[in-house]
C-alpha cells in the first residue's frame, strides 16, 4: 500500500515543472504553423487527369462530392476509323461541411485526379459556403507538396523495371540493326574491289609479270619469229 498523498504529491510536482517552462506561442497568422507532410487539408482537384469514372462519389461515405458530366463525339483520329465518345467534366464539388476527410476518394480514383492538399484556411461565415467548385479544388492542386523520395534502399518499382527492360531490348536490336548494316556495307565494298576492272589477279587485264622486252624467244610476242 502506498504512502497516503503520494499521488497528489505527483500530480503537484508535474504542475510545478509545467509552471517553470518557458511557454511558446505561435504568432499565428503571422507565422505559419510548421505542418507534417501528410497533412490532412483539403482536396485538390487534377482535373486533366479525372474521366468521370464517378468512382469517388460511390464510394464517398458522406455523399459529398457532386459530379456533373456530359458526353462528346470525338472524331476518328485516322480516316475511315470509328467515331468515339467521351465524358466532359462539368462541375465537380465537394461539400468540407460533410467531408470527414477519411481519404478514401483519394485511394480509388484511378487516374490520380485527387491529392490532398495541407491547405487549411478555408473557413466561411456561412456554412452553405462550404461547397467549393472544381476552380477552388483546383487553385488547392498547386499547394500539393511533393512527393516524398524513394528509400535507396527499397525495391525497384516493377513499372520502372519493366520499362528498363523494354528499352535495354529496344536498344540491344537497334545495335543488332547497325551492326548488321555495317557488316553488309564492308562485303559490298570488298565485292567491288574485287571486280573486273579492280585491282586484284583474276582480272582480263592483268599483267603475268613479263615484258617484251624480256623475252628470249624471238617472238614479238604474236607467234611470229622475228
Partial sequence: MG???SGLAKGLAVTLRTMTRKSHTAQYPDAQPELPPRTRGVIGLFEENCTVCMLCARECPDWCIYIDSHKETVP???PGGR????NVLDRFA????LCMYC????????????FWSPEFEYAEEDIRDLTHERDKLRDWMWTVPAPPALDPR?????EIGAARKAAD???AAEATAAAEAAQAEAERASDAGDGPNGTGTNGPNASDGTDASDRTDGSDGNGAAT
Fill in 3 to 5: 504512502i497516503p498523498g
Fill in 76 to 78: 476518328p483520329a485516322a
Fill in 83 to 86: 467515331e468515339r465518345s467521351r
Fill in 94 to 97: 465537394i461539400d468540407f461541411a
Fill in 103 to 114: 481519404g478514401i476518394c483519394i485511394e480509388v480514383c484511378p487516374f490520380d485526379a485527387l
Fill in 154 to 158: 527499397a525495391e525497384e518499382p516493377k
Fill in 169 to 171: 531490348k529496344l536498344a
